[in-house]
């Protein structure tokens, strides 16, 4: 579980990134999409090219409006993220490993735009809080 020192890293560099889901939450898709292209077969409906779809950056400013939720609910993610669990679970059916590649690809985005912010130290706490949100989100997996 996240410590308080995890709990001020991630507050800290989360400052730095909300509101900028419409760019950096773009920028994780795209690069998920290139560097595991198996996960494009979920959004097949956005065209053949989805990195190139304007869906990216609306997409990207949802899960980026989600994490931002979980940082606001940072005692309580399972609860903060029950309905979207719901959804990826019974709707939209994505395989759970999944949310461990857009996570990696969160990393790399946060660290390319915030090299300087971005430290070992930082990295491992943003990286124990983005499992604490995979973790939630397969929650409703039955
Ligand atoms: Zn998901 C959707 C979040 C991961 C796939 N998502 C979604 C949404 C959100 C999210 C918020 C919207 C909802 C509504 O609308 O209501 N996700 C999220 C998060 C994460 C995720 C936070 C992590 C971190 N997903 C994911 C993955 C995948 C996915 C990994 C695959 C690969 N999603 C998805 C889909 C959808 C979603 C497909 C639908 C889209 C459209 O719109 O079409």
């Known amino acids: 579980s996240l410590s308080?020192?995890?709990i001020s890293h991630v507050k800290g560099i989360w400052s730095k990134a909300k509101g900028k889901g419409g760019d950096l939450g773009k920028e994780a898709l795209q690069r998920m999409f290139c560097s595991s292209p198996q996960t494009k077969t979920y959004?097949?409906?956005w065209g053949e090219n989805p990195q190139d779809s304007p869906n990216?950056?609306?997409h990207g400013k949802k899960i980026f409006d989600a994490i931002?939720?979980?940082v606001d609910h940072i005692s309580d993610i399972h609860g903060a993220l029950s309905k979207l669990s719901d959804l990826h679970a019974t709707k939209l059916k994505?395989?759970?490993a999944n949310f461990k590649i857009l996570s990696h690809n969160i990393l790399v985005t946060l660290s390319r735009n915030f090299p300087s912010d971005f430290t070992p130290e930082v990295h491992l706490s943003f990286d124990k809080f983005l499992d604490q949100v995979a973790l939630s989100l397969a929650e409703k997996y039955r």
């Open 4 to 6: 308080s020192a995890d």
């Open 56 to 58: 990216t950056a609306i």
């Open 68 to 70: 931002n939720d979980a």
């Open 94 to 96: 994505v395989d759970p």
């Open 43 to 45: 959004f097949a409906h």
